[in-house]
Each structure stands twice: as C-alpha cells, then as structure tokens.
Antibody
Framework: EVQMVQSGAEVKKPGESLKISCRSSGYNFGTYWIGWVRQMPGKGLEWMGVIYPGDSDSRYSPSFQGQVTISADKSINTAYLQWSSLKASDTAIYYC??????????WGQGTLVTVSS | QSALTQPRSVSESPGQSVTISCTGTSSDVGDYNYVSWYQHHPGKAPKLMIYDVSKRPSGVPDRFSGSKSGNTASLTISGLQAEDEADYYCCSFAGTYTSVFGGGTKLTVL
C-alpha cells in the first residue's frame, strides 16, 4: 500500500527557519516526482513545486521560486520543504503528493504551519 | 503561470447533475491532455477523481466524468449525493514537470 506520511504541525515565529517532511512507502521512491501544494487559510490549492528523488531535479512555480527549497533523501524515502526565514504569510497547510505521470494520485495528510509572533 | 479559472461555487439538488468548468490557456489545458480533478473535504487530503481529462481511478464512481474542449476542461457529477458536497479543484500539466491548479469550486448539494 502506498503511503505518504507528513511531519506534524509546527508553530514558528517570523524569521525562524523550518523544514517539514514527507515520508513515502509502498513504492519505488526514486522513480516518481513528489510535489508540494499549499493551502492558505480559506483559500484554494496552489502548486509550489516538485522534485525527482532519483536525481534531485526540482522545478518550482514562479510564485515560490526563491521562497522555499524542495529537497529529498532517497536513502530514507523522504522529501522535504524548507524555509530559511518564515513570514506570517507562510501560515498554511502544506501537502505533499506523488506525481504519477501528470496526476497526483497519493497525498500526505497535510502539515499545518503557523507563523505568528 | 496563472491559476486556472473555476466558478467559485455551484449548487444542485440530490439526484441532479452538475458541471464544473476549468479554463486555462493554450500553454496548459489547451496544450496537454493532462487535466486532473480533485475532491477536497476540509481537513482531509485531496482525492484524485479524474485524470488525463476523462479517466477515473479505481474506486471512483462512474457518476464522475471529465471532458475537455480547447482551453476549457469540465467535470460532471451526475446523480448527486450528499457526500459529493466538497471543494473541487482542477489541475493541468503545464510543461517541464510543472502543474497549475484551478482556484477551486465549492459544490453544495441542496
């Protein structure tokens, strides 16, 4: 059974750094792209970017390029989303999802990130 | 890379049909037969309902169907049931492994 399990909720202050994770199981982690999707409070889903764990090739939405870093460690089947300096506007639920050709067929449960002073 | 355009909300009675549109451009929806649709209940993970414009994953009822014409894709739900009430998002491949989501449509089953 394919599973994507994300790290737990985080509460951070503006300016702090953060790295959240998404651990996959049940398939060959290195052969599927993993995407990250943001949902701000009361808003819709936004595509942030993807990574191919096999070679760490990554692509970003222009809206998120330079704002976050997507990485992966295929030795532990885990993808990451990180910020170097959080802003209040980063408060959102973040989902990881497996990209199967051009669809997201398996999703993590979401990680709530709250940034508040 | 602008978000795809969806109606903010639609509503219909149980047993009826509803269609949700998703309009993109010739660089995304119009250029690829890689439109997918997701059902999202608040607090849960999104669920894939349609992929490659009109294909249904195993386990998704055949009440859900998809189509595309030009730069606009559509999701049709027939025989509406109370549990279909949710937010629905379209998503299109936009080249070089990138994707773009629609703004989402809130479906209310009256």
């Amino acid at each position: 059974e394919v599973q994507m399990v994300q790290s737990g909720a985080e509460v951070k202050k503006p300016g702090e750094s953060l790295k959240i994770s998404c651990r996959s199981s049940g398939y060959n982690f290195g052969t599927y792209w993993i995407g990250w999707v943001r949902q701000m409070p009361g808003k819709g889903l936004e595509w942030m970017g993807v990574i191919y764990p096999g070679d760490s090739d990554s692509r970003y939405s222009p809206s998120f390029q330079g704002q976050v870093t997507i990485s992966a460690d295929k030795s532990i089947n885990t993808a990451y989303l990180q910020w170097s300096s959080l802003k209040a506007s980063d408060t959102a639920i973040y989902y990881c999802a497996r990209q199967n050709v051009a669809r997201y067929d398996q999703w993590g449960q979401g990680t709530l990130v709250t940034v508040s002073s | 890379q602008s978000a795809l355009t969806q109606p903010r909300s639609v509503s219909e009675s149980p047993g009826q049909s509803v269609t949700i549109s998703c309009t993109g451009t010739s660089s995304d929806v119009g250029d690829y037969n890689y439109v997918s649709w997701y059902q999202h209940h608040p607090g849960k993970a999104p669920k894939l309902m349609i992929y490659d414009v009109s294909k249904r994953p195993s386990g998704v009822p055949d009440r859900f169907s998809g189509s595309k014409s030009g730069n606009t894709a559509s999701l049709t739900i027939s025989g509406l049931q109370a549990e279909d009430e949710a937010d629905y998002y379209c998503c299109s491949f936009a080249g070089t492994y990138t994707s773009v989501f629609g703004g989402g449509t809130k479906l209310t089953v009256l």
